[in-house]
Structure formats: structure tokens, C-alpha cells
């Protein structure tokens, strides 16, 4: 053997630890730029599909990708564990209350009987179902409106999340990476806390152009957007126009655009204007 050869030797064993620790044992993450995460998402899907293919799971990597929806929110899947479970994440504006939602077992309403409840929404059918806590009670529940129970609804009954958090900055789901959340129909998950974060956003604000208080969204700073483009809104604008159903308020030429309202749930299709001025 040459003087060289054991430097090899050694070289190629510390290449194939490094390669067992990021694949086999550790964590992998692909970054996604804004606007590509539909498309970058297909690797992760792929990966995980083969873990859960792989018939000793133990191995199975925690692979996560990050990046930023076309709307500018920031989006985060993992998936991990040996059962295999998938965990998705999207920013939310930074105040928002803290808010565990949860399917209500036998203990949780043992629990009902004993302690009241964190949080009542008035939704009868809603609070027999899930169990809700929050250590800001009242601001948690004002965050659980219609819509958003709607939605909340859809993610457990369509994808079988077992647990969704919201906390400043994030809005979060869990389920097992089954038939109904399996990696193909991450995308869709991802789409759907999209809108719900676009929900739970939604700020009162006064818009001069409709002469009274309608719907903003805020980003993660609280500054309030124009719910389609995105871009900065002040309530002040001569071109805003509102959906008469949800009373969300964005730019006429956003709203034609779309051809409707863009807020998740709502379907508005006809639009309040700015009222003529005399």
C-alpha cells in the first residue's frame, strides 16, 4: 500500500459517515425561493414517498424545505419520524394569539365536566369536537370565526390533522403521513393553511373610499395588504373596493383580476365600490 493510499482510505470512510449522518440519521433541508415552492416541494414528496416505501423506518431521514408562497407568506413541510409524520407550517402576523386545537377524547371531556373550557365559540357542533386551549382565552376565540372553524374543519376531516397550533409568527398542523395526508397531497395542505392564515389576518380597518370599517389582512408585522397582491394598504385609497359577503377590502383591479373575491371560503362575486362623490 502507498503512503497515499491510507489517506484515501480515511477520506472515503469520514465521506460515507457524513453522507449516513444527513441521510440516514439527521436532517436534510432544501431552501425555496419566493414563488418556486410548488415546484421544489416535488422533491420532498419524492423523498418521502421512498421513506415510507423503505421497509425499516428507523432510517427514515427528518427532510424539511422552506421558502416563500407567491403571496410573500413563508411556508415550512417536514416530514419525520419512523411512523412518518408530516408537519406544515405558515407564517401568520406575530401577534396573533396562542391557540391549540385538538379532536376531543373521552378525557378531554371528563376534563369539560371537571374545569370549564379554555374556550366557547357559540359553534355547538365545533366545540363537541375539538378540544381548544389557549392562554389568551378571549382573543383565541375571537380569532376562531366562521370562516376559520370552516376551515380548521376541512383540515381535519380532509387531510387528518390531529393537531393545529397557532402562536405568534405560525400557524401549524400535524397528521401522519397516511392515505389522506399522504406526501402527494402536501401541496394541497399547504394551500389550504395558506388561506387559513389569510383568515386569521384579517384586520378592521376604516376605508375612507367605502365611507365605513371593512377587512384588512395584515402580514407578520401588522401592517395591512392587499389580500390578492399583497402590497401595502393604508385604508386611504381612492381605487379599493370591498366583497359585499365577507366585506374584505382590496383593489378593484386586483378583484377583476381574480375575478371575485380571493379570501378563502367566501366566493363573493359581486364587489362594493367607492361611493360617488358629488
Known amino acids: 500500500m502507498s503512503g ?15 453522507v449516513w449522518l444527513l441521510v440516514g440519521r439527521g436532517r436534510t433541508e432544501v431552501p425555496l425561493h419566493r414563488g418556486d ?11 418521502a414517498t421512498r421513506a415510507l416505501d423503505e421497509p425499516d423506518r428507523r432510517r427514515a431521514p427528518t427532510l424539511a424545505h422552506k421558502g416563500v408562497l407567491e403571496g410573500g407568506r413563508r411556508v415550512r413541510v417536514a416530514f419525520f419520524g ?8 405558515v407564517s401568520v402576523r406575530r401577534d396573533a394569539p396562542p391557540l391549540r386545537v385538538r379532536l376531543e377524547g ?20 365545533f366545540d363537541a369536537r ?54 402527494d397531497r ?20 376604516h376605508v375612507r373610499a367605502l365611507g365605513g370599517e371593512r377587512g384588512l389582512v395584515r402580514d407578520e408585522d401588522g401592517r395591512t ?13 381612492d381605487d379599493l373596493v370591498a ?16 375575478g371575485g373575491c380571493p379570501v378563502f371560503g367566501c366566493g363573493g362575486r359581486t364587489p362594493e365600490r367607492p361611493r360617488l362623490r358629488g
Open 106 to 125: 373521552v378525557l378531554d371531556r371528563l376534563r369539560k365536566r371537571l374545569v370549564p373550557e379554555d374556550i366557547v365559540t357559540g359553534d355547538e357542533a
Open 186 to 205: 402536501w401541496q394541497e395542505l399547504v394551500e389550504l393553511l395558506d388561506e387559513t392564515a389569510t383568515l386569521i389576518d384579517i384586520r378592521p380597518v
Open 225 to 237: 395588504r392587499c389580500v390578492y397582491c399583497r402590497d401595502g394598504l393604508s385604508g386611504d385609497e
Open 243 to 258: 366583497c359585499e359577503r365577507c366585506r374584505t377590502a382590496l383593489h378593484g383591479a386586483c378583484w377583476e383580476e381574480h
Open 82 to 89: 419512523p411512523a412518518g409524520r408530516v408537519r406544515a407550517a
Open 130 to 183: 375539538f378540544f381548544l386551549q389557549s392562554a389568551r382565552p378571549d382573543e383565541g376565540a375571537e380569532a376562531l370565526t366562521n370562516d376559520v372553524r370552516r376551515a380548521i374543519k376541512k383540515a381535519f376531516t380532509r387531510f387528518d390533522v390531529d393537531r393545529l397550533e397557532l402562536g405568534p409568527g405560525e400557524l401549524a398542523v400535524e397528521a401522519d403521513a397516511d392515505e389522506k395526508c399522504a406526501p
Open 37 to 47: 415552492v410548488h415546484q421544489r416541494l416535488e422533491g420532498l414528496v419524492a423523498a
Open 4 to 18: 497515499a493510499e491510507p489517506v484515501v482510505a480515511v477520506l472515503a470512510l469520514l465521506a460515507c459517515v457524513t
